[in-house]
């Protein structure tokens, strides 16, 4: 679609067998009671809705989809290959977008989400406004990868995966690059309980990684520095790890060295990505999960984000106001990364614990983490408030607690610069 404002003005269910690439200066207005519904393409499955842009790694820019009614119907993108025109290694949603400019979904509506593609996926972009969004399925809602200044707001979600993914590093067929994520607000958004879920309402993923060098050992979804280049290992997650004596030195797409194939991820070369200057604002957390939010390393045969003896980043100024703990979460916040500052500005808790640990891999180096806790209201005892393991540390201060006398316990290497509640240190 080549550009201007196109309405879809008569209400009805449109089947759409291929995918619609979108130009520049692109707004789509969908009408009530109208529906996009996919079917499959007899060439071969890719999106519902990309950017043209997104095969040259050009950037578009003024895009918009307003009232979309999505109906998935069973049907996903085919696996990520060189031979697959229609697909890009990485890039994994029914409504993508890979270097975007200026974008805005609104309005949209999706109640079958399949257990494979995210909904909508935005990686490598600058301004992206999400509102007013109702997802729900079996996997991410909205899956953010490296990026600029976003906004994801009014959304209600009831997902199995994660309502919201913040993935500057991912697994290789998660993310077509990598690079930090900033300057985001995430706004007026529900996690509604269901019968089941793996993840957390939000995921917030950082990775490191090393220059290739001659017998190094790798596994799925390892990164390395090479020519000028970062390439990835694009295999099965099976566990396997294999010994590297060839660097990889080819341009584009994949090739197989030493029995494995390397894929090349991005030509711009960095070394680290995570997560800066994030607000989370009125989040209420329906849902039962293990863990409301994590910020985190990755390590398992998906993806070790952490590769050892990297230099691990340092994912900063996370700020969380009226966060609103209404399911069974037994830590609200969880973190195996290094982490600046984390800031709880007037927020609803229950018996939950704020954690760190160490990803227990070699070379990973931990600051201390900033903790402040002000206007809090616990709707029961906590027993456990934080909760620092395995060389982690933390200073905090707990001011302007709304509980009248709360008494509750830490653990770990936690400096209490100030507190209006009696800490007990287990």
Same mark, same amino acid.
Request: proline share 4%; net charge negative.
């Given at each position: 679609m080549?550009?201007?404002?196109? &309405? @879809? *003005?008569?209400?009805?269910? +449109?089947?759409? *067998? ?11 207005y969908? $009408?009530?009671?109208? &529906? ?5 393409c007899?060439d071969?499955?890719?999106f519902? /809705?990309i950017?043209?842009?997104? &095969?040259?790694?050009?950037?578009n820019k ?7 009614k ?17 697909t890009?290694?990485?890039?994994n949603?029914?409504l993508c977008f ?9 309005d949209l509506?999706?109640l079958d ?8 996926? @935005? ?11 109702? @997802? ?21 979600? !009831?997902? /199995?995966?994660?309502p919201?993914?913040l993935?500057?590093h991912? &697994?290789?067929?998660s993310?077509p690059?990598?690079g ?5 607000l995430i706004?007026?958004? =529900?996690?509604?309980n269901d019968t089941?879920?793996v993840?957390f309402?939000?995921r917030?993923?950082?990775?490191s990684?090393?220059? #290739? ?18 390439y990835?290992v ?21 090739q ?5 194939? #390397? ?6 070369v960095?070394y680290?990505?995570?997560c ?6 009125d989040?209420?957390l329906?849902?039962?999960r293990?863990?409301?939010?994590y ?9 070790? *984000?952490? =590769?050892?003896n990297?230099?691990?980043p340092?994912?900063?100024n ?15 916040v %969880?973190s195996?990364?290094p ?8 927020c ?7 954690r760190?640990?160490?990803i227990?891999t070699?070379?990973?180096? +931990?600051?201390k ?5 002000n206007?809090? =209201? ?9 909760? $620092?393991?395995?060389?982690?540390s933390?200073?905090?201060?707990i001011?302007?607690? %709304? ?5 509750? $316990?830490?653990?770990g ?11 007990? !240190?287990a």
């Amino acid at each position: 679609m080549g550009g201007g404002d196109i &309405y @879809i *003005s008569e209400p009805g269910i +449109y089947d759409l *067998s291929d995918q619609v690439l979108l130009d520049d200066n692109t707004a789509l207005y969908f $009408c009530a009671g109208s &529906y996009i519904r996919r079917q499959n393409c007899p060439d071969g499955n890719g999106f519902v /809705f990309i950017n043209r842009g997104a &095969y040259t790694r050009t950037y578009n820019k003024n895009i918009k989809i307003c009232g979309l009614k999505l109906i998935c119907n069973g049907i996903v993108s085919d696996a990520p290959s060189d031979k697959r025109p229609k697909t890009i290694i990485g890039l994994n949603g029914h409504l993508c977008f890979f270097y975007i400019k200026n974008l805005i979904i609104e309005d949209l509506e999706c109640l079958d989400l399949p257990a494979k593609d995210f909904c909508i996926h @935005i990686c490598t972009f600058q301004n992206a406004v999400v509102e007013r969004v109702r @997802i729900e399925g079996k996997k991410d809602a909205v899956h953010f990868g490296r990026g600029d200044k976003f906004v994801v707001r009014h959304g209600i979600f !009831k997902t /199995f995966d994660d309502p919201i993914a913040l993935n500057a590093h991912d &697994y290789v067929t998660s993310n077509p690059e990598m690079g930090w994520i900033e300057n985001g607000l995430i706004e007026d958004c =529900y996690d509604l309980n269901d019968t089941d879920t793996v993840g957390f309402f939000c995921r917030i993923l950082a990775g490191s990684w090393v220059d #290739w060098y001659e017998g190094m050992q790798v596994q799925r979804s390892d990164t390395v520095v090479s020519n000028g280049r970062l390439y990835r290992v694009f295999m099965p997650p099976d566990g396997r790890i294999f010994t590297s004596l060839t660097q990889p030195t080819h341009e584009w797409g994949e090739q197989e060295y030493d029995g494995f194939v #390397w894929a090349v991820v991005q030509n711009d070369v960095m070394y680290n990505c995570g997560c800066r200057n994030l607000h989370f604002k009125d989040i209420y957390l329906q849902k039962n999960r293990p863990t409301g939010l994590y910020i985190l390393f990755d390590k398992d045969n998906w993806s070790r *984000s952490y =590769y050892p003896n990297s230099k691990a980043p340092v994912q900063e100024n996370i700020t969380f106001e009226n966060l609103v703990v209404e399911g069974d979460i037994k830590s609200v916040v %969880m973190s195996n990364t290094p982490v600046d500052n984390l800031r709880f500005v007037n927020c609803t808790l229950k018996n939950n614990t704020i954690r760190f640990a160490n990803i227990g891999t070699e070379g990973a180096v +931990y600051p201390k983490t900033n903790i402040l806790l002000n206007g809090t =209201y616990f709707k029961e005892n906590v027993d456990l408030l934080l909760d $620092c393991k395995d060389g982690t540390s933390a200073n905090t201060v707990i001011a302007n607690t %709304m509980n009248e006398s709360l008494e509750t $316990c830490i653990t770990g290497d936690i400096n209490i610069k100030a507190a209006d509640i009696k800490i007990n !240190k287990a």
